[in-house]
Every structure is written in structure tokens, then in C-alpha cells.
């Protein structure tokens, strides 16, 4: 095994080629950058997809951009079209929008 000169420090010599004397901030530019077109790319392609296949994957066009950060979640109330609920001793059907 041989180990880096006297004049490279080690840390330089891990460093992925051409990175070693680029300043920090233009490195958290490029990864800033990289982030923003894959959220683009992502919102670019859940636009592409028709209102039965949004159907289908029961999310609507609000739910786009929690999707694109990573936030999303989905809320349990989406999977069920009829919820049972009881008020007063009494059972009823609260109707749920069907998807």
C-alpha cells in the first residue's frame, strides 16, 4: 500500500477527481442544483399522466409537490371509499369520495 506525499494530504487524496480545489459553496451550488432539476423532472412527469391514471394512483395535482420534496403521505382516508362511523348510539354511513 502506498501512501500519498508529504505534500498531498490525505483527505486531498480521497477527494473524487477535480473537486480538491473547488470551493465549498460552488460544490453545495452543484448539489442544489442537481436537486432542483430532479424535483422539475418529477413534477414534469407527474403533469404528464391523465386524470384516470391520477385516479388509479389516488393522488390529485395538490399532492404534486409534497411528492416532488418527499413529504408526501398518504392519508388513510383516501384508501376507503364508505367509513363507518357511530354518533349517538347510532351507526351511520359517512360517504367518502370514491376514487
Known sequence: MR???SRHSAAASLAPA???HVP???IRLRDALREWLLKR???AELR???DRTLADLRIYPGDFQGIADGTYI???AHDIARKPATEGGKS???AR???
Request: proline residues 8%; aromatic residues 12%.
Open 3 to 5: 501512501l500519498p506525499g
Open 18 to 20: 477535480g473537486t480538491a
Open 24 to 26: 465549498a459553496f460552488l
Open 41 to 43: 423532472a418529477i413534477l
Open 48 to 50: 404528464e399522466l391523465d
Open 74 to 76: 398518504r392519508d388513510a
Open 92 to 94: 351511520r354511513r359517512i
Open 97 to 99: 369520495p370514491y376514487y
